[in-house]
């Protein structure tokens, strides 16, 4: 799913080919895709982008009129620019038709979870927010306040919307590998350092991850937008050495998410059950990457 940073990059994109230019039409294939009906996507027919925005990990678009385009891309959704004259996707769900170029939204896989909604004015915007703190502007007061709201794990907690703005699977695990903390600990258990490390690994991890994929889109449109990046510490890197000490990067598996972490770098040394080899291995379960190690030989 495309987090903050992604996100960051695709509204500038969108900035640098679409503001003053005229929206044209759209063409949606996805039957699903629309979500609302007021106002009208006719509506902005005709009607001049003037403000483009990140609302969590939604694009807003903005037209004279002050209506809004707002796209959630969920999981496996991607947009692409092609100018004016250029090849459409026979895959995409949603063509914007611009007066310099079109806006395709595709989707991988048959979940189809992508959505469009119309909003008008800043209260349909509003409406649309999850109204999680943005990391970024938060001072560490404001940060542990929204951290510290109730008593959750660190990784539910740094990927609920409504505590905090645009930070999804990928980037909470960078971020409490850089914080040094362990992804099943509880918030309200924290001590003020702990809390204020993970604060600052949160911005700098937000930071530099956003810089990198400015730096690969080099202008371009971003097409490379995934949540498995090379050089990420953990996320998607499985039995891969950590950075930090070289030990095998663990998981922590449920529904179609994992959660990657390094044991000796973020629980002490501790494995954290996984449910399904919990189940399978019982009382068996090891403890330590040695005993992990000494099962795997069996």
């Known amino acids: 799913m495309p987090e903050l940073p992604d996100v960051t990059v695709y509204v500038e994109a969108l900035r640098e080919r679409l503001l003053g230019h005229a929206f044209i039409r759209a063409l949606i294939r996805g039957p699903f895709l629309l979500r609302s009906t007021y106002p009208p996507v006719e509506a902005a027919y005709g009607k001049t982008v003037q403000e483009i925005r990140r609302i969590g990990k939604q694009i807003a678009i903005g037209f004279n009129g002050d209506i809004w385009l707002v796209l959630h891309l969920k999981i496996a959704g991607r ?18 038709e611009f007066d310099n170029g079109f806006l395709l939204l595709t989707e991988a896989g048959t979940q189809h ?13 509003r409406d649309l927010s999850a109204g999680g703190i943005e990391v970024l502007d938060a001072n560490l007061a404001a940060f ?15 990927t609920d919307p409504h505590l905090f703005s645009g930070i999804g699977n990928a980037y909470s695990d960078e971020i409490l590998h850089r914080a040094q903390l362990s992804p ?5 258990k924290l001590t003020p350092q702990e809390c204020a490390r993970l604060y600052e690994a949160a911005r700098a991890t937000l930071i530099d991850w956003t810089e990198r994929l400015r730096l690969d889109a080099a202008g371009r449109f971003p097409e490379r937008v995934t ?17 930090r000490c070289g030990a095998k990067v663990q998981r922590i598996r449920y529904a179609s998410n994992e959660t ?18 919990s189940r399978l291995l019982r009382e068996d379960w090891p403890r330590t990457l040695d005993e992990l190690e000494a099962i795997k030989k069996r």
Request: glycine share 10%.
């Open 260 to 277: 990657n972490y390094c044991a000796p770098c973020q629980t002490g040394g501790k494995l954290l059950a996984d449910r399904a080899l």
């Open 144 to 158: 542990n306040a929204a951290l510290q709201s109730a008593n959750h794990t660190l990784k539910r907690a740094l």
């Open 184 to 188: 099943i600990a509880m918030t309200l």
């Open 227 to 243: 949540a498995f990046r090379e050089g990420m510490a953990v996320h998607g890197r499985y039995g891969q050495p950590c950075p």
């Open 79 to 96: 947009l692409h620019w092609k100018a004016a004259g250029g090849k459409l996707a026979k895959n995409a769900l949603a063509a914007f």
């Open 113 to 125: 979870r992508a959505s469009l909604h119309m909003a008008e004015g800043e209260a349909g915007l």
